[in-house]
């Protein structure tokens, strides 16, 4: 599904009910989707617990939602991109 479409659904409820019954019909696949292969680039096996404040996790998930993205996906990402630039200004 193209981010477009989830938020034109995120507008049209009914399209959002009729997608859903879809997929759980086991009808997931389109003629335009094609099969790519992932490469895992690392093991992700460390699991965090953070906590935040109500109003902290929904900028969170605007944000995520925004970019087409989980909020723990968001929240990785920045802590990825922070580790780099430490690692950064330490060399």
């Known amino acids: ?23 759980e019909q086991g009808d997931a696949w389109r003629e335009e989707d094609e099969v790519v292969q992932v490469e895992v680039k690392e093991l992700l096996d460390k699991v965090i617990p953070v906590r935040l404040s109500s109003e902290k996790w929904e900028a969170l998930r605007k944000e995520a939602r925004e970019l087409g993205i989980g909020p723990t996906t968001l929240a990785r990402m920045w802590i990825l991109e922070r580790l780099r630039q430490q690692a950064k200004a330490r060399t």
Do not use: N, T
């Not at 034109?8 to 959002?16: A, H, T, Y």
């Open 1 to 23: 599904m193209e981010k477009g479409e989830m938020r034109r659904m995120e507008r049209e409820p009914d399209e959002l009910e009729k997608e859903i019954a879809r997929l």
